[in-house]
């Protein structure tokens, strides 16, 4: 050994030895959190697969002998496997698309198209759906322009074709992000080289970079795959006729609340079964190809030009504007004059926005009061969680890592359905028709927004700054709080605004929970949408769009927080 290294490796051993003389709070804290994980996701879910199999009859597989004698429940399931697998085709093309046109070029307005894709995850969806409705829907506005100006009718949004165009629109920024993150990350020497040993771009492209991006295009198709399986509002409002595992769910819960949850339970676990191998898939490919990056030169951007350039800018401009289109929309039905269900289009009026403030602000009131509440429980426990796992791991760690991610891979209905049979009457203890199971929902549904955001500010921040501190004889509970916990609050700050942002937008899940007096405005539109007063929907939607972007604007501009990089 060195002079020079003996010095460090002494202090390194000091540093050991503090830490384990002094008791720590992290086994304690790691130990009370997979607990807390075991009661609020592990027993809501584990409660929907026992209920499952408890038919009133005495027959543990009644529910089963149902699902499989009835068609309409076999033919959900495939509708919702096809569905799945074409709108994660065809999300995984427009994200590699984007992310490749923006990384590899060179044009002008590129910081704003490298951003605007952000727009889609933004919207909360029934708000989307809403919006493609009013364009494209029976009576809407550009249906009936191509139809009493051009004399052409065009396809019905319900059903299969509104489904495909709406939901890889909802879901291809996932794809977006995880491709642009790899392709920025990859080394071009790579590609380089393999052109010098003889292989054209096109080859070169093909077995070096496309290998290497494999991992994140994967992960990132899987997270839209389950994310679809598990889609309710937009399946609900235009799925027509098109039978669907969430829809069907739910509607099996609102005929059973009050009786056997036979049937609800069996689909949900149908939902959970399909989740599950989907995650078991995505292990067993995904996770064994993963390619590391040394330290190399990302690509030179090349300035678009010529016919293909222009091709390619095109579709580019075609997807962005596809994308961004519903918060045009819902600002103009926000403003247009409506009779009942009618829209008065051209005709310019405060009626919609004013009867929601005045007269109904009950949702807006819940869902700010709700949402502050779920975030500031959720960034607590989010933060703690994210220490645990990334800087104070134990053999607990993966455990509550892969709890906490659970409810990810659930849809909100089957996560609300797990919920009211744990904690409504009969339970372990009663939460339903309170506001604490609303809360308790949006806590566990997006604790992972903020678990991987401050996760990812953990990890570049170095163990050799607390090791110092210790070393200096700090200790070590100490040294974190002085030391580490500063450096976090820009991820805390980040992970505190996206958790915001989609506890604001949760429907599925709330809409299985809430109780009468407890609206929150995604649930208020969807009501409404139901009842054809699209204009006072988009009003809501208009402000639930402001409660969402304010946020991030004064993050992103007053207070220079990078939300998503």
Same mark, same amino acid.
């Given at each position: 050994?060195s002079?020079?290294?003996?010095?460090?490796?002494?202090?390194y051993r000091i540093?050991q030895?503090k830490?384990?003389?002094?008791?720590?709070p992290?086994?304690a804290?790691?130990?009370?959190?997979?607990l807390l994980?075991l009661?609020?996701?592990?027993?809501?879910?584990?409660?929907v697969?026992?209920?499952?199999?408890?038919g009133?009859?005495?027959d543990?597989?009644a529910?089963?002998?149902?699902?499989?004698?009835?068609p309409?429940?076999l033919t959900?399931?495939?509708?919702?496997?096809l569905?799945?697998?074409i709108?994660?085709?065809l999300a995984?093309?427009?994200?590699v698309?984007?992310?490749?046109?923006?990384?590899r070029?060179?044009f002008?307005?590129?910081?704003?198209?490298a951003?605007?894709?952000?727009?889609?995850?933004?919207?909360?969806e029934v708000?989307?759906t809403?919006?493609?409705?009013?364009?494209?829907g029976?009576n809407?506005?550009?249906t009936?322009?191509?139809?009493?100006?051009?004399?052409?009718q065009?396809?019905?949004l319900?059903?299969w074709?509104?489904? #495909?165009?709406?939901?890889p629109?909802l879901?291809y920024?996932?794809v977006?992000?995880?491709?642009?993150?790899?392709?920025k990350g990859?080394?071009s020497?790579?590609?380089e080289?393999?052109?010098?040993?003889?292989?054209?771009?096109?080859?070169?492209?093909l077995?070096?970079m496309i290998?290497a991006?494999f991992?994140?295009?994967?992960?990132t198709?899987?997270v839209?795959?389950t994310?679809?399986i598990?889609?309710?509002?937009?399946s609900?409002?235009?799925?027509g006729?098109?039978?669907l595992?969430?829809?069907?769910?739910?509607?099996a819960?609102?005929?059973?609340t009050g009786?056997?949850p036979l049937?609800?339970?069996?689909l949900a676990?149908?939902?959970?079964?399909i989740v599950?191998?989907?995650l078991?898939v995505?292990r067993?490919t995904?996770g064994k190809r993963?390619?590391?990056m040394v330290?190399g030169?990302?690509?030179?951007?090349?300035? %678009?030009?010529?016919a293909?350039?222009?091709?390619?800018a095109t #579709?580019?401009?075609l997807?962005?504007i596809?994308?961004?289109?519903?918060?045009a929309?819902?600002?103009a039905?926000?403003f247009?004059?409506?009779?009942?269900p009618?829209?008065?289009w051209g005709?310019?009026? %405060?009626?919609?926005?004013?009867?929601?403030?005045?007269?109904?602000?009950?949702?807006?009131?819940?869902?700010?009061g709700?949402?502050?509440?779920a975030?500031?429980?959720?960034?607590?426990?989010?933060?703690i969680?994210a220490?645990?796992?990334?800087?104070?791991?134990?053999f607990?760690?993966?455990?509550?890592?892969?709890?906490?991610?659970?409810p990810?891979?659930?849809?909100?209905?089957?996560l609300g359905?797990?919920?009211?049979?744990?904690?409504?009457?009969?339970g372990?203890?009663?939460?339903?028709g309170?506001?604490a199971?609303?809360?308790?929902?949006?806590?566990?549904?997006?604790?992972?927004?903020g678990v991987r955001?401050a996760?990812?500010t953990?990890?570049?921040?170095?163990?050799s700054?607390?090791?110092?501190?210790?070393?200096?004889?700090?200790p070590?509970?100490?040294?974190?709080?002085?030391?580490?916990?500063?450096l976090?609050?820009?991820?805390i700050a980040?992970?505190?605004?996206l958790?915001?942002?989609t506890?604001i937008?949760?429907?599925?899940?709330s809409?299985?929970?809430y109780s009468?007096?407890?609206?929150t405005?995604t649930i208020k539109?969807?009501?409404l949408?139901n009842t054809?007063?699209n204009?006072?929907a988009?009003?809501?939607?208009?402000?639930?769009?402001?409660l969402?972007i304010?946020?991030?604007a004064?993050?992103?501009?007053?207070?220079? #927080?990078?939300l998503?990089?």
């Amino acid at each position: 050994m060195s002079r020079s290294t003996e010095p460090q490796t002494q202090a390194y051993r000091i540093v050991q030895e503090k830490r384990r003389r002094e008791f720590s709070p992290w086994l304690a804290l790691t130990i009370g959190a997979v607990l807390l994980a075991l009661l609020f996701v592990a027993w809501p879910i584990l409660n929907v697969l026992m209920k499952s199999f408890s038919g009133s009859s005495g027959d543990p597989l009644a529910g089963w002998a149902e699902f499989f004698a009835d068609p309409t429940y076999l033919t959900a399931v495939g509708n919702t496997l096809l569905l799945a697998t074409i709108v994660t085709l065809l999300a995984t093309a427009l994200g590699v698309f984007l992310a490749y046109f923006t990384a590899r070029f060179s044009f002008w307005g590129k910081a704003a198209v490298a951003v605007l894709p952000v727009t889609a995850i933004l919207v909360p969806e029934v708000i989307v759906t809403q919006a493609w409705l009013m364009f494209l829907g029976n009576n809407g506005f550009l249906t009936r322009f191509v139809r009493d100006v051009l004399g052409i009718q065009l396809p019905t949004l319900y059903g299969w074709s509104g489904l #495909i165009l709406i939901l890889p629109l909802l879901y291809y920024t996932y794809v977006y992000l995880g491709t642009l993150a790899a392709l920025k990350g990859f080394d071009s020497l790579l590609e380089e080289a393999a052109m010098s040993l003889g292989s054209s771009p096109l080859a070169a492209r093909l077995n070096v970079m496309i290998p290497a991006i494999f991992p994140a295009v994967a992960s990132t198709s899987m997270v839209v795959f389950t994310l679809t399986i598990g889609n309710f509002a937009t399946s609900t409002i235009i799925g027509g006729k098109v039978e669907l595992l969430a829809p069907l769910t739910y509607r099996a819960f609102l005929a059973e609340t009050g009786g056997d949850p036979l049937m609800q339970s069996t689909l949900a676990t149908v939902a959970i079964a399909i989740v599950a191998l989907v995650l078991f898939v995505q292990r067993m490919t995904v996770g064994k190809r993963k390619y590391e990056m040394v330290q190399g030169r990302s690509w030179v951007p090349i300035r %678009l030009r010529g016919a293909s350039g222009a091709v390619l800018a095109t #579709i580019a401009a075609l997807i962005l504007i596809a994308s961004t289109l519903p918060l045009a929309m819902v600002a103009a039905m926000a403003f247009t004059k409506s009779t009942g269900p009618v829209l008065r289009w051209g005709e310019f009026s %405060l009626d919609n926005v004013t009867k929601v403030l005045a007269r109904e602000p009950q949702p807006i009131l819940n869902t700010i009061g709700f949402g502050a509440m779920a975030c500031l429980i959720g960034v607590f426990v989010s933060v703690i969680v994210a220490v645990l796992i990334v800087k104070k791991k134990t053999f607990l760690t993966p455990f509550l890592d892969y709890l906490v991610m659970l409810p990810m891979a659930l849809s909100g209905t089957v996560l609300g359905i797990g919920m009211i049979t744990a904690f409504g009457p009969g339970g372990i203890f009663t939460l339903s028709g309170t506001t604490a199971i609303i809360v308790l929902v949006f806590v566990i549904r997006r604790l992972v927004h903020g678990v991987r955001n401050a996760s990812a500010t953990l990890h570049a921040i170095p163990d050799s700054l607390e090791d110092a501190s210790v070393s200096l004889g700090v200790p070590p509970f100490r040294s974190f709080l002085n030391v580490v916990l500063p450096l976090m609050i820009p991820g805390i700050a980040a992970a505190t605004v996206l958790t915001w942002v989609t506890i604001i937008g949760e429907l599925s899940a709330s809409l299985v929970v809430y109780s009468a007096g407890r609206e929150t405005i995604t649930i208020k539109v969807f009501q409404l949408m139901n009842t054809g007063l699209n204009a006072q929907a988009a009003a809501y939607g208009l402000i639930l769009i402001l409660l969402a972007i304010v946020p991030i604007a004064i993050a992103t501009k007053v207070f220079k #927080i990078r939300l998503f990089t």
